[in-house]
C-alpha cells in the first residue's frame, strides 16, 4: 500500500491539512490501515522536497499547514493508477514451502499439515466476513477492502483443496492409515500459488 | 433443546464388494440460532449428510434428532409434517415447480400447511422482497434466470415458520455479489429459534457461518473455533 499516493489522490480533491490527511485516509480504507500522524507528516515532506506538493508558508511541518497537489504531483497520481501491481507469484511461498517439507517428514501426516492452515485460512474468512456483516450499506471502502481479503484467502485454501487432492492422487496420502511411498514432489516452481 | 443433532450416523450405499461408505459416525449438534456450513471436497458426504438431516434419506446407523423429534420415532405423516413445517430445504437443482409463478412456489409449502391462500401469498412476496424478487413474482421458472431461479428456491425456503433451513451449495450458479444477498439472507435467517446448516466447497461461503465443519471421506475431521471478533484483525500489520 502506497501511503505516498493515497495522499496524493486525497489532495488533488483540494488543500488540505495533515491531521484532515490522517483522518481521511483512515476512513477510506475502511480504517483496516492505521496510519500515524507522523508517517504522514514523513510522507508530506518527501513529496513536497520531490515538487509533488506544495504548500503556502515557510513554517515547518504542522498541524496549521495546508497542502495541494502541483501539475507534477497530478501527472505521478496518473501514472501510478494505470501501472499495473506486482502480480507475479513471490518465488517461495512459505505455506507451499511447509506442505512441500511436511511431504518428506517422517511421521507428520501432510493432510493434518494441510488441514491445520486450511481451518486457520477459514477461521480468518468467518472473521472478516463477520466485520463485513456488522458493516453498513454505505461502508463501500471496507466493503471493498475485505472483498480483496477474502479472495486472497480463498485462493490459499483452495490451493489447499487442490494440494490435497493432488496428495490423495499420487497415493500419497491414502484414504486410510500413514503414508506409504514418497514420491519426489519436483522442484518448488512447478507449483504455481499466488497469495 | 438443540435443533438438530446427529449421534453416530452412518450412511452405507450398495452391497457387498460395491459398498460405499458415504457417513461414517458423525456427530454434530446446531443450536437454535446457529449457523453451521460443512465443508469438504467433491464426494466427501456433504449432500448425504444435508439429506439424511432433512430426513429425506435415512441413516444405515445413527439417529437424527430435529428439535423435539427422533425422527426415526416418527410416523411416515409426521415425517413428513415435520419435513413441510420445520424444515426449509436449497439444493443444488432447485426443485421448482413449472407450473407455478415465483410466488405459488414460495407459498406452495406455507398452503399444503393449512395457512390461507391470502395470507400464504403475502409471506410469499415478503420474502421474494428480500431477495431483489418483487417483480419476478409473477414470472414462472422457465422465464426466470438461473440466478433468479436460485433466489425463489431460497425465498421458499426461508418462508414462514421453519426452524431448520438446510442447504447444498445455495448459491452455486450466482455471482459473488448475488452469492453474498443470499448468504446474508440465510445468516439473517438463522436466529432466535431457526439454525441453518450450508454444505459446501466453496470457503467464501462457509465463512458466513458461526461454525465450519471440516468432511473428509463421511468423517468429522475438523472445526473452526468461534470467531475472535475483529478487534484481532485490525491490530494486524498494515504492511503486510
Ligand atoms: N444414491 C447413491 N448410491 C450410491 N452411492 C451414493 C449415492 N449417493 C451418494 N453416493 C456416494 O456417497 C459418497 C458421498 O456422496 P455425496 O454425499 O453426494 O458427496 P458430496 O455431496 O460431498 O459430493 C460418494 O462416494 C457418492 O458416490
Ligand atoms: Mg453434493
Redesign the interface.
Given at each position: 500500500m502506497s501511503v505516498r499516493h493515497a495522499l496524493l489522490a486525497l489532495l488533488s480533491e483540494g488543500p488540505k491539512y495533515g491531521l484532515q490527511l490522517r483522518d481521511e485516509f483512515e476512513a477510506r480504507t475502511g480504517e483496516v490501515w492505521p496510519l500515524n500522524v507522523g508517517q504522514v507528516y514523513t510522507t508530506l515532506q518527501r513529496l513536497e522536497r520531490d515538487g509533488l506538493i506544495e504548500s503556502d508558508g515557510e513554517d515547518e511541518v504542522g498541524p496549521q499547514k495546508s497542502f495541494r497537489v502541483t501539475v507534477d504531483g497530478a501527472a505521478e497520481l496518473d501514472t501510478w493508477l494505470r501501472t499495473p501491481p506486482d502480480l507475479s507469484a513471490p518465488p517461495r511461498d512459505e505455506l507451499v514451502i511447509k506442505v512441500l517439507v511436511a511431504i518428506r517428514v517422517p511421521g507428520v501426516e501432510v493432510r493434518d499439515v494441510i488441514q491445520t492452515h486450511r481451518r486457520h485460512a477459514v477461521e480468518l474468512m468467518q472473521e472478516w466476513t463477520r466485520v463485513k456483516r456488522d458493516a453498513g450499506p454505505d461502508e463501500l471502502s471496507l466493503a471493498l477492502v475485505i472483498d480483496a481479503e477474502l479472495f486472497r484467502l480463498d485462493s490459499v485454501v483452495r490451493w489447499l483443496d487442490t494440494a490435497d487432492a493432488r496428495l490423495r492422487r499420487a497415493g500419497t496420502v491414502p484414504a486410510s492409515g500413514p503414508p506409504s511411498a514418497l514420491p519426489d514432489p519436483g522442484p518448488v516452481r512447478a507449483v504455481e500459488v499466488r497469495r | 433443546m438443540s435443533a438438530l443433532t446427529l449421534t453416530g450416523v452412518s450412511k452405507v450405499y450398495g452391497k457387498g464388494a460395491g459398498q460405499v461408505y458415504a457417513l461414517r459416525a458423525v456427530d454434530l449438534t446446531v443450536e437454535p440460532g446457529e449457523l453451521v456450513a460443512v465443508?469438504g471436497?467433491s464426494g466427501s458426504g456433504k449432500s448425504t449428510l444435508l439429506t439424511i438431516a432433512g430426513s429425506l434419506e435415512e441413516p444405515t446407523d445413527g439417529e437424527v434428532t430435529v428439535g423435539e423429534s427422533p425422527v426415526s420415532r416418527l410416523s411416515r405423516g409426521e415425517r413428513a409434517a415435520l419435513r413441510r413445517r420445520a424444515i426449509g430445504y436449497v439444493f443444488q437443482d432447485f426443485n421448482l415447480l413449472a407450473g407455478l409463478t415465483s410466488a405459488e412456489n414460495v407459498s406452495l409449502p406455507l398452503e399444503l400447511d393449512g395457512v390461507a391462500g391470502r395470507a400464504a401469498r403475502a409471506a410469499a412476496l415478503v420474502a421474494l422482497d428480500r431477495l431483489g424478487l418483487a417483480d419476478r413474482a409473477g414470472r414462472f421458472p422457465d422465464e426466470l434466470s438461473g440466478g433468479e431461479r436460485q433466489r425463489v428456491a431460497i425465498a421458499r425456503a426461508v418462508v414462514g415458520e421453519r426452524r431448520l433451513i438446510l442447504a447444498d451449495e445455495p448459491s452455486g450458479a450466482l455471482d459473488?455479489v448475488n452469492g453474498e444477498a443470499v448468504m446474508?439472507l440465510v445468516?439473517e435467517t438463522c436466529q432466535g429459534a431457526v439454525a441453518g446448516v450450508v454444505v459446501t466447497?466453496?470457503?467464501?461461503l462457509?465463512?458466513?457461518?458461526d461454525r465450519?465443519v471440516?468432511l473428509r471421506?463421511g468423517r468429522i475431521?475438523?472445526?473452526?473455533?468461534p470467531?475472535?471478533?475483529?478487534e484481532?484483525?485490525?491490530d494486524a500489520d498494515?504492511?503486510r
Open positions: - | 465443508m471436497p459473488s446474508r445468516r466447497h466453496d470457503a467464501q462457509a465463512s458466513w457461518a465450519v471440516f471421506d475431521i475438523d472445526q473452526t473455533t470467531a475472535r471478533g475483529p484481532s484483525l485490525l498494515p504492511a
